[in-house]
């Protein structure tokens, strides 16, 4: 049972710690390109921040039947 146990878990370290290394190495260098990001051009990161909690565009209506436009919108005129 010992030797079983032996065996899983050195290929679990075989498999899972270069994939674990790899993970880490391209999240740091992903956080590292975006600290120069934002190093390099502070005035668009603050748009984006601001950006990120402006709410949505309202949602567009539909004209009223006295509108002057409907009749071109609606093709019948």
């Not at 992903?30 to 603050?46: I, N, S, T, Y």
């Not at 601001?50 to 002057?68: L, S």
């Amino acid at each position: 049972m010992a030797d079983l146990l032996e065996k899983i878990f050195g290929f679990a370290l075989i498999l899972l710690l270069p994939l674990v290394v790899v993970g880490g190495a391209l999240v740091t260098l992903f956080a590292v390109g975006a600290l120069f990001d934002a190093l390099d051009h502070p005035k668009e990161v603050r748009g984006r921040i601001e950006a990120a909690f402006q709410r949505p565009p309202r949602p567009p209506r539909m004209a009223g039947p006295d509108h002057y436009y409907q009749p071109y919108w609606s093709g019948r005129g």
